[in-house]
Nanobody
Framework: QVQVVQSGGGLVQPGGSLNLSCAAS????????TTWHRQAPGEQREFVAD???????KYADFVKGRFTISRDSAKNTVYLQMSSLKPDDPAVYYC??????????WGQGTQVTVSS
């Protein structure tokens, strides 16, 4: 069982920045991929960014150039640095961790609000 704990998020003005963290318990060697998703009210959950074990990253088109996903292996934590936030970025952001065994775990979600 892997525990996934998210932190960060909050309220920011349009054009501002926020950082999200996703910490997984256990060894970093056991993590195959960490993905960020988001879900706005009334909408389906959608993919945002992905960080795989070998360092490969992928972004949804709507965040390319604005969001950066990175990893601190020593802390077994993946970060999502969000900049140039737009009025259509607000959502609950979820971290999704997949282990080398194929097990998957969601974080608890964290609210991101963009408002002036």
């Amino acid at each position: 069982q892997v525990q996934v704990v998210q932190s960060g998020g909050g309220l920011v003005q349009p054009g501002g920045s926020l950082n999200l963290s996703c910490a997984a318990s256990g060894s970093n060697d056991n993590i195959y991929a960490t993905t960020w998703h988001r879900q706005a009210p009334g909408e389906q959950r959608e993919f945002v960014a992905d960080f795989k074990k070998d360092g490969w990253t992928k972004y949804a088109d709507f965040v390319k150039g604005r969001f950066t996903i990175s990893r601190d292996s020593a802390k077994n934590t993946v970060y999502l640095q969000m900049s140039s936030l737009k009025p259509d970025d607000p959502a609950v952001y979820y971290c999704y961790v997949v282990t080398m065994e194929g097990d998957a775990y969601w974080g608890q979600g964290t609210q991101v609000t963009v408002s002036s």
